[in-house]
């Protein structure tokens, strides 16, 4: 199975800030990886897919970058409802693996 | 619109069987692959399996192998997920997510949407 980490695990941030989150697969995936949010008793909500398109719907202050093994998603400026857990996910193969989330709370 | 509406939360006994359903409304229902996802409490997400509404062919996590069994009913535009000799370890919210890449591409992808979560927890 591949492995997905996410760096940092947690972090603390204030509204405005630009914030960047890492994805790792363990083994190149191409650009078959997905970027989620989840909110506290909520299920998660697709925000990028191919690694860089933005799901419809979703603000433009999110974006996706990377191809291979390294990925980032960036928030431009972030917002109050951007706090929540974000999750990469790799659609390269079965069995489909996530990486263990980034939590972004507030300052 | 898309929707998936999941079925209610369900509280069994260690070595009992759950059976959560998936009623998908807005697209053709056998069009598109769904995948079941769960996340024990506090934890991240762990894919079960997939299953093709069009023909019923599944394939599963093979931690799972053996417990796990997912069905359709295209008649209702529903899948079901049951799982069999529960334990402790598989209390967890259960979600259902559809593919986001139309079965007919003959490739899979994402998952979009999801459905609302079924709590389900397993406790003597």
């Known amino acids: 199975a591949i492995r997905m980490t996410q760096s940092p695990s947690s972090f603390s941030a204030s509204t405005g800030d630009r914030v960047t989150i890492t994805c790792r697969a363990s083994?190149?995936?191409?650009?078959?990886l997905a970027w989620y949010q989840q909110k506290p008793g909520k299920a998660p909500k697709l925000l990028i897919y191919a690694a860089s398109t933005l799901q419809s719907g979703v603000p433009s202050r999110f974006s996706g970058s990377g191809s291979g093994t390294d990925f980032t998603l960036t928030i431009s400026c972030l917002q109050s409802e951007d706090f929540a857990t974000y999750y990469c996910?790799?659609?390269?193969?079965?069995?489909?693996?996530f990486g263990p989330g980034t939590k972004v709370d507030i300052k | 619109q898309v929707q998936l509406v999941q079925s209610g939360a369900e509280v069994k006994k260690p070595g009992a069987s759950v059976k959560v359903s998936c009623k998908a409304s807005g697209y053709t229902f056998t069009s598109y692959y769904m995948h079941w996802v769960r996340q024990a409490p506090g934890q991240g997400l762990e894919w079960m399996g997939i299953?093709?509404?069009?023909?019923?062919?599944?394939s599963y996590a093979q931690k799972l192998q053996g417990r796990v069994t997912m069905t359709r009913d295209t008649s209702t535009s529903t899948v079901y997920m049951e799982l069999s000799s529960l334990r402790s370890e598989d209390t967890a919210v259960y979600y259902c997510a559809r593919d986001g890449i139309i079965a007919a591409a003959g490739t899979w992808g994402w998952f979009d949407p999801w459905g609302q979560g079924t709590l389900v927890t397993v406790s003597s």
């Open positions: 083994q190149g995936i191409s650009s078959y």
């Open positions: 299953i093709n509404p069009s023909g019923g062919s599944t």
């Open positions: 996910q790799q659609y390269y193969s079965y069995p489909r693996t």
